[in-house]
């Protein structure tokens, strides 16, 4: 999965495009990476904003926004990367203490994303423990989810609930357990594509 993010890159730069198609006003994609870290992949989504922010290039058409949960005081936030910042990002907007695995947390996020970044086409890039299609608390003893916050999980069907259909050109997974066709079944209406790891 080291590779996951040069694809991403590689999506958002590509676009359709007609030649007789006046200059558009909207950019090409609004990418967003949303960060499931509080638990104990905290320190990862770290390790994946330094790689995103590695491999952007500010010339492309297009923004790529990041939403990370992790049990440090600096998050959740939402940032936009920007690589001609110190840090490579800025921070938007900072949210207090909330779980990330909540359904109505990531359609606020969406909302937030969409409303602040509008684009001619959106991508969605989510990282977080899963188990696939196998009930909450699978890790533990035996759960259909994706995102873990703590003791927190959300379901499948709470997921796709959260994301308006048809909103996304694709939808990238990397997390665990998620290469199942009950999955792809599920976001059947949500995305053109969807990118499953396969299991290791």
Not at 21 to 37: E, M, N, W
Not at 117 to 128: D, N, R, T, W
Not at 182 to 196: G, T
Request: charged share 20%; proline share 6%; glycine share 6%.
């Amino acid at each position: 999965m080291k590779y996951i993010y040069a694809v991403c890159f590689l999506l958002l730069v590509c676009g359709c495009h007609k030649e007789n198609d006046t200059p558009a006003v909207l950019p090409a994609r609004t990418l967003l990476v949303y960060l499931g870290g509080d638990n104990n992949l905290d320190a990862e989504t770290y390790d994946k904003l330094v790689q995103i922010k590695n491999g952007w290039e500010d010339e492309t058409d297009g923004k790529i926004i990041v939403y990370q949960d992790t049990p440090f005081k600096d998050s959740p936030r939402l940032m936009e990367i920007d690589g001609k910042s110190e840090k490579g990002y800025i921070t938007i907007h900072t949210y207090d203490q909330e779980n990330s695995a909540s359904p109505q947390v990531l359609k606020r996020v969406i909302n937030d994303v969409t409303r602040l970044y509008p684009a001619k086409s959106y991508g969605l890039i989510v990282f977080s423990h899963g188990s696939g299609w196998l009930p909450p608390h699978t890790l533990v003893n035996g759960s259909r989810s994706i995102i873990i916050d703590n003791d927190n999980e959300m379901e499948i069907t709470d997921f796709a609930m959260a994301l308006p259909d048809h909103l996304f050109e694709f939808i990238i997974f990397e997390a665990c357990n998620m290469a199942g066709i009950e999955v792809a079944y599920e976001l059947r209406n949500k995305a053109a594509y969807i990118m499953l790891p396969l299991p290791q």
